[in-house]
């Protein structure tokens, strides 16, 4: 067990639609990340958090938002989902704020998009 | 050319064998050289850390950086079915003109080990 929580598993939804994908850090990190894996394209940075602030900003799509909370939990916001969207959604939290890359990962959370 | 290369394998083994995993990169500034384990259906996890070139060891594992070369390997020793994962190399760099650094994965290689 990492210690990075994932919420929730599995998530099945339409086409245009939105949704919410939560993240809760090992207790002590501050940096959070989120990462897209699917086949073709393989594990795909999309932005990081630090403290609350963004950090570090990768491929995310402008139809994606993220936020880190006081508590320093973060949330994934994906909007006018499409089919290519359906993909693996990672989080994985860090003690730092560079990417060195000592990265404990979530278990993920499998979208899917029909 | 991709900055990471790492053959998707199916790569499949008789338990007891000795596993070689490779990735070749072109980006001269990775400094820092990692593997992650990723069984199925979960996230990946930390397997090997490394700083710049040479070898590190942790029980059956040794992971070794050539940067001269732009290649970095891992070696699993007496292989067992609890092994059989994909093997993701990953490297980072400082980011040109930024103050953040930049992770890249490699495709991963899926490896079965068979009893």
């Known amino acids: 067990d990492s210690g990075v929580t994932q919420t929730p598993k599995h998530l099945i939804t339409a086409t245009g639609q939105r949704v919410t994908l939560r993240c809760s850090p090992r207790?002590?990190?501050?940096?959070v990340y989120w990462y897209q894996q699917s086949l073709d394209q393989g594990l795909q940075f999309l932005i990081q958090?630090?403290?609350?602030?963004?950090?570090a900003k990768g491929n995310i799509l402008e139809r994606f938002s993220a936020q880190q909370f006081p508590d320093l939990h973060s949330e994934l916001n994906l909007s006018s989902l499409e089919l290519g969207d359906s993909a693996l959604y990672f989080c994985?939290?860090?003690?730092?704020?560079?990417?060195?890359?000592?990265?404990?990962f979530g278990e993920g959370s499998r979208l899917t998009v029909l | 050319q991709k900055e990471v290369e790492q053959d998707p394998g199916p790569l499949s083994v008789p338990e007891g064998a000795i596993v070689s995993l490779n990735c070749t990169y072109s980006?001269?500034?990775?400094?820092?050289f990692m593997w992650y384990r990723q069984y199925s259906r979960k996230g990946p996890e930390l397997l090997m850390y490394t700083y710049s070139s040479g070898n590190k060891e942790d029980g059956r594992f040794t992971a070794q950086v050539d940067k001269s070369s732009k290649y970095i390997s891992l070696f699993i020793r007496d292989s067992q079915p609890s092994d059989s994962a994909t093997y993701l190399c990953?490297?980072?760099?400082?980011?040109?003109?930024?103050?953040?650094?930049?992770?890249?994965f490699g495709k991963g290689t899926k490896l079965s080990v068979i009893p």
């Open positions: 990953a490297m980072s760099a400082k980011r040109a003109g930024a103050g953040s650094y930049q992770l890249t």
């Open positions: 958090y630090y403290n609350g602030e963004e950090r």
């Open positions: 994985a939290s860090s003690a730092r704020d560079m990417n060195t890359g000592e990265l404990f």
């Open positions: 207790s002590g990190d501050l940096s």
């Open positions: 980006n001269s500034a990775f400094q820092y």
